[in-house]
């Protein structure tokens, strides 16, 4: 996101972070098979091979949301006589919002990305992250002076305890590690940042661990079920279409960023993303919402500020 803002006028663009936990597993299929132990696989970033929801997806099920508010919400739009009147009343006023196929809209949607992962543990659930993953979604932090502190560099093969961990060992699934203590500093000021943002209700446990370490552990620790298709000729299972398909798993905590464009139109992201809010539980984002997947939570939707620079 920095680089495109730089190229443009950052003043008339209005960044907004906003956070979600995952009520079910997230599947974004990748559009294709591949060979190895998943039949249907998701979405991954090129660069660390870890799951995400790209923006488009993002983008795809906010419009559709708001479309559906609309038609159910506003005057001018629910007093339509017919369903398809109601729809194309609501098309027409999120124009602005999504843009259409000639025009741009004022919103941009970027990838979500995982920022705690919850693993299994003989201390119950423990949700990984890294430095660079905090320092990207929850910025600088600075003590009682207004000094920057850095959070230790992690390259070993180790992890950091900054939260609900007493122990010197943990295992993440298969995987045992030492662990080491940070700073009580560390832990109140990102304390107070994830209360903040709505995430410290639910991520009791928190590691932190290397780069090179989170893409395996997020990769060993996805949700894989397996289903066959179903005849409709027979009603029975058909035969030879056993397959099998991986999600991001419940209880995961997500960020994605939106930029408003404010020559465009001086709406409210917010508001916007207040009147979604209720559809992203009850309908998800993503495939498989027949198998019981897709349902998200937004965390901070009414406490979300403009951020500036830093990103």
């Given amino acids: 996101m920095r680089e495109d803002m730089e190229n443009e006028n950052v003043k008339d663009l209005e960044p907004k972070t906003f956070y ?35 923006g488009t997806a993002i983008a795809g099920v906010i419009r559709e949301f708001t479309i559906l508010h609309k038609m159910e919400n506003e005057d001018e739009c629910k007093n339509k006589s017919t369903e398809k009147e109601k729809r194309t009343c609501a098309e027409e006023k ?13 919103l941009r949607f970027y990838d979500g990305q995982i920022i705690f992962f919850p693993v299994s543990s003989i201390q119950g659930t423990v949700w990984v992250t890294t430095n660079e993953i905090l ?37 993440l699934g298969w995987l045992l590690l030492e662990v080491d203590s940070l700073d009580n500093t560390f832990e109140n000021l990102l304390s107070s940042k994830f209360k903040h943002e709505g995430i410290l209700d639910y991520v009791q446990r928190i590691v932190i661990v290397s780069e090179k370490l989170f893409s395996h552990i997020v990769n060993d620790n996805l949700e894989i079920r397996t289903s066959v298709k179903i005849d409709p000729t027979t009603g029975t299972a058909a035969e030879g279409a056993l397959f099998t398909y991986e999600a991001i798993p419940r209880g995961t905590i997500l960020g994605f960023e939106v930029v408003k ?9 917010d508001i916007e993303m207040k009147d979604v809010s209720s559809y992203f539980k009850l309908l998800g984002i993503g495939g498989m919402g027949t198998r019981g997947f897709g349902r998200v939570e937004l965390l901070n939707i009414d406490n979300n500020k403009e951020k500036s620079g830093g990103k």
């Fill in 135 to 171: 320092e990207y979604w929850f910025g600088e932090l600075k003590d009682d002076h207004g000094e920057k502190i850095t959070l230790p560099k992690n390259n070993d093969d180790k992890a950091y305890a900054l939260k609900g961990i007493k122990q010197n060992e943990i295992n």
């Fill in 261 to 269: 464009d404010k020559t465009r139109e001086k709406g409210d992201i």
């Fill in 94 to 106: 999120v124009k602005s919002y999504f843009g259409t196929g000639e025009s741009k809209g004022m």
């Fill in 20 to 54: 979600m936990k995952a009520l079910d597993p997230i599947h974004i299929g990748a559009g294709g098979y591949r060979l190895g132990r998943v039949d249907n696989t998701i979405v991954r970033d090129p660069a660390t091979d870890i799951p995400k929801i790209p």
